[in-house]
């Protein structure tokens, strides 16, 4: 058994191992996106597990540049962590992340993180001493009531028309006074400002140009759309958001978002996200506590749901700030390679 890391001709075994494991097929368009057209040339950052010629296992991480302390250090988010079901109990997924921490303490990456299902994040914090961070919150707005009952019970799908006075009721009242704009490619008004926001949270990814038309508008099987408002010509902040039909149900997520410190720039985005999603019956999206993000989404009716995704962490370099408090992030659900 032989853990070493990716070189190109691994790629078919790898697919393989994938739909194997996930019982989902992978274009190998989406792993080129996912894994070689990412804007950090560390990046694909791979390690598999082999024996006999076969992988049996294989761990990556999507590494970006981050801002710590408004410092640019290398994080690493796990992903696609997976062992060949015949191949379990041979400890594959315990030496995988024994030389991922060697690997990524070797290529500079500062902290390790992941939104791990609930047995890998067991597994992740036993070997590789992270910690649990917390579970992000969910908050959801609530638009089309009987639409979303309707999804669970046919019988009420003739009173759905009842939706569309419940939408005047609700309606979001938002008086719209900036500038604002689709962005079909982000530009140099993107790094500027990432740098401004640098100092939004001791610790958030570098929302720069480049990372957000890989992110968002290169992807090869989503569609997001990408907002920005404008302040004397200057960008003041953006909003990603998508929408999906799943069970039966049309959802509004809000992917991505990031303004200047001031409210106004992030009730201005709410407002422009709630008219892009008006038709969903439901918009939903999650954030971290005590952030100017969760107290505008509180204001712009969304409610706390529930808090199903967890957060886990590894610290890999001493000298940064204590990464392992939720209180230092700003986390979207962007930042998770499954939105």
Not at 54 to 64: A, R
Not at 130 to 139: D, E, F, K, T, W
Not at 223 to 230: D, G, H
């Amino acid at each position: 058994m032989n853990i070493r890391r990716y070189k190109e001709t691994d790629l078919p075994q790898i697919q393989s191992l994938f739909q194997k494991v996930f019982k989902h097929e992978r274009s190998d368009r989406a792993w080129k996106w996912k894994f070689s057209d990412t804007p950090e040339e560390l990046n694909p950052w791979i390690l598999v597990c082999e024996d006999g010629g076969k992988i049996i296992g294989h761990i990556s991480l999507w590494v970006h540049d981050a801002y710590i302390d408004g410092k640019k250090n290398k994080i690493g988010l796990r992903v696609d962590t997976m062992v060949d079901p015949d191949a379990r109990g041979k400890g594959v997924y315990q030496k995988l992340n024994n030389l991922l921490l060697e690997e990524a303490k070797k290529d500079g990456i500062a902290f390790l993180y992941g939104f791990p299902a609930p047995k890998a994040k067991e597994l992740f914090i036993k070997y590789t001493d992270a910690s649990h961070l917390l579970n992000v919150p969910r908050y959801v707005r609530i638009q089309k009531p009987i639409s979303l009952l309707a999804s669970k019970v046919k019988p009420l799908k003739i009173a759905k028309p009842l939706d569309k006075l419940f939408a005047v009721v609700r309606a979001p009242k938002y008086k719209f006074n900036l500038e604002s704009r689709e962005i079909k490619k982000c530009d140099g008004d993107f790094d500027g400002l990432a740098e401004r926001c640098r100092s939004l949270s001791k610790a958030l990814l570098v929302r720069n140009a480049s990372y957000l038309n890989w992110r968002y508008l290169d992807h090869p099987e989503k569609e997001y759309k990408i907002q920005a408002i404008f302040e004397a010509g200057q960008m003041k902040g953006y909003i990603v958001t998508c929408q999906v039909w799943k069970n039966n149900m049309l959802s509004g997520l809000i992917v991505d978002w990031l303004a200047e410190s001031e409210d106004k720039y992030w009730e201005e985005l709410l407002g422009l996200a709630l008219a892009e999603l008006k038709d969903a019956d439901i918009v939903q999206t999650w954030v971290l506590p005590d952030t100017i993000s969760e107290k505008v989404l509180q204001k712009g009716g969304l409610t706390h749901k529930d808090s199903p995704m967890p957060l886990v962490g590894k610290e890999l370099n001493d000298e940064t700030i204590p990464l392992r408090k939720y209180e230092n992030w700003y986390i979207t659900p962007g930042d998770v390679d499954s939105f």
